[in-house]
């Protein structure tokens, strides 16, 4: 499993975690389901629930989690908790600065965090878009990608539709029944989405071409809590710093109910939807459990593979949870 930690380790990263949502008189119900639902699909550890657990401080827990890998897995399920207290406190910003600080991890999500909080929405959906914007490249569709350099402002942008591109995509229509072309088709039509190239969008057409790519392939609709499930099914599976920001885009959108980039309906508190937690807690299990890395392949160049050779190729284990 790509995104596991030694055993040992688990046990001090959960009272790490613990320690870090210790905050404003205690964790909030929220907070406390999703850690549980991610150490128990993730980590296979439901069983530390009811032992009583005492929270770890940022120093303790550097001392005993000396491993850079298990400090980065901290940080990104410090990330998605701190995003699960509603609202967002000054205490819990700086709970997770203290814990960055203590294990020297760094990431765009404390300068976002940070600047809501002192500056407010609009600054730290300025950083999100910038700290997106610098990744549009790598994030785009493979085949799709152009020599073009754009500014971290000019990715967003709107150019035009582009005709070719929808075309293109339309021709998924001849492929066979079950592919993942006619599989990719079949999820625009039944969630009333238009193809990208068919409004303004710009250089992010290249990128939705992706995004959705991967929403077929791991099998999660659209909706609040399928895309914060999508975010975190790709960290685990790649855990790279590009990921990381888009997983924070999904939940700065749709659980923090901030950030609007455009084209998106801000939501709160998606993951209090019934089944939500325990589909992110799952999410994080499939991703992990990936052989390879389907994110930024050339996804025209499989899009004749059925969907099942597809996620057979990569691992991607079938789903209990969806909704």
Known sequence: MAYAIAPEEVEPVVRGLLGLIDVDGGPTTEQVDVLWSIVGHLWQRPDLRSVGLLPLGPSDLASVLDDDRARR????????????????????????????????????????????????????????????GANVATNSEVSLRTAEVLTEDEVWVPRGADEALTARLAEFHDLPEGSLGREYLKFYERNGISLPGAEDSGPMHAVAVSHD??????????????????????????????????FLGNLLI?????????????????????????????????????????????????????????????GVVPAKQLA
């Open 213 to 246: 790519m991967n929403h077929v392939i791991a099998g999660y609709e659209p909706t609040g809590q399928g895309e914060i499930a999508l975010g975190a099914f790709q960290v685990a599976m790649a855990d790279t710093d590009e990921n990381l920001v888009s």
């Open 73 to 132: 897995r901290f940080h990104v399920i410090a990330v998605t908790l701190e995003l699960c207290r509603h609202p967002l406190t000054p205490a819990q910003v700086r709970s997770a600065e203290q814990y960055s600080e203590a294990l020297g991890v760094s990431g765009s999500d404390l300068v976002i965090m940070r600047d809501w909080i002192d500056v407010g929405v609009g600054r730290a959906m300025e950083d999100w878009m910038r700290c997106f």
């Open 254 to 314: 749709h659980e923090a109910g901030v950030l609007d980039p455009g084209g998106f309906a801000p939501k709160a508190a998606s993951l209090l939807r019934p089944g939500a937690i325990d589909m992110l807690g799952e999410a994080f299990e499939r991703g992990a459990k990936c052989r390879a890395d389907f994110i930024h392949i050339d996804h025209f160049a499989i899009a004749s593979w059925s969907l099942e050779e597809v996620r057979e190729e990569y």
